[in-house]
């Protein structure tokens, strides 16, 4: 899983180190909020998991963002 958003990540950014589920999405990526938005439409597409404002600020890490998916997919 963790591999899976590390691809859709890597649409919105080029990181200077690798991406690894420890990764904060926000700090360490430096995304924008409008990246974000799109990240997570892209996740909602791929996963069938919607998130809310809440759920991103929950899973700040790759990692976290995973196990939320994987616990709420359909």
Partial sequence: MVEKIVDLLLNYVEPDDEITADTNIKTDLGMSSFDLICF?????????????????RECITVGKLADFIEKNKK
Avoid: A, E, I
């Avoid at 997570?40 to 919607?50: N, P, Q």
């Fill in 40 to 56: 997570g439409d892209d996740l909602y597409s791929s996963f069938g998991v919607r998130l809310t404002p809440d759920n991103f």
